[in-house]
């Protein structure tokens, strides 16, 4: 008689290496490591507790060698949660919570990543990949308008128009391109990944945490400085107001629960 296996847990862990260095892993395998709201809140309490242990570097990744980093959000939950990625929302409390962490955080990624994931990985300091990482923006797919911030996020991150080619094709960022965009700070063999992204952590927790993390939340400031008027800002949250309630991103997450090719109807 077969058996079958039990689902592994979503769950996020720590590995204190050195003292100054934390390895938190997330996992969700069962789900390609999505970001379901149990594992964001997982790791937001995380990050909250090594933010209070001062913890100078943290090595971010859902492991080494995998062929997926992270599918992005689940999808299962967007049916009862049309905008994920509003300020408020669990994805979007630990992206700030990354980017005002006072310390470094180090991305470690292999393997592809998708959606709000990608966002995970801009919002941390550094990025660590190897060669198999290929990043991808993929809301177009389900009809989900992307957030002001997030946007503000990639286009520090990349040129105008790789990133509408990004957004607008959903085409996937191979490493060696997104290395050269200045996504990735390293792009390193597979085998090679673990090591160096905990050299690059060992070589930080020597420097002095109080100026790292001075000039960390200036950068941080400085890069939030986009003056932007409110009739602008209304006009940007009527257009993903229209977007999440219409009919176009319910046929999204249909089609994609039917595995078939979307029929947008531009409503």
């Known amino acids: 008689m077969s058996t ?3 689902e592994e847990p979503v769950e996020v862990s720590t590995e204190l290496i ?18 379901n709201a149990e594992l964001l809140g997982a790791l937001e309490a995380r990050l909250t507790t090594l ?4 913890v100078p570097v943290v090595i971010l990744t859902s492991g080494a060698g995998e062929k997926v980093w992270s599918a992005g959000h689940d999808l299962g939950e967007l049916d009862t949660d049309h905008d994920p990625i509003a300020w408020g929302k669990p994805l979007e409390r630990v992206l700030r ?3 005002t962490y006072p310390g470094v955080v180090i991305a470690m990624v292999s393997g592809s990543v998708w959606g709000g994931a990608v966002d995970l990985v801009m919002s ?44 607008f094709c959903a085409r996937p960022l191979e490493a060696d391109e997104a290395e050269r965009h200045g996504v990735l700070n ?14 690059m952590a060992r070589d930080i927790a020597t420097k002095a945490p109080l100026a790292i993390a001075a000039v960390k939340e200036q950068l941080r400031i400085l890069e939030d400085v986009v003056p932007v008027p409110v009739d602008a800002m209304e006009r940007i949250a009527e257009l993903r107001r229209q977007a999440c309630s219409g009919e176009d991103m319910h046929e999204g997450l249909k089609a994609f629960a039917q595995r078939r090719p979307p029929q947008f109807k531009g409503r």
């Open 124 to 167: 941390c300091d550094l990025v660590v990949a190897d060669t198999t990482v290929r990043l991808a923006m993929t809301p177009a797919n389900i009809g989900l308008p992307y957030c002001t911030s997030g946007l503000l996020r990639f286009i520090h991150n990349l040129p105008i128009h790789i990133l509408k080619e990004m957004f």
């Open 97 to 99: 919570q990354i980017r």
């Open 18 to 35: 050195d003292g100054g260095i934390a390895k938190v892993i997330f996992r969700n395998a069962a789900r390609h490591h999505a970001l």
């Open 186 to 199: 390293r792009v390193v063999q597979p085998a090679d990944i673990e090591a160096v992204a905990l050299q």
């Open 51 to 54: 933010a209070s242990q001062r």
């Open 4 to 6: 079958i296996a039990p």
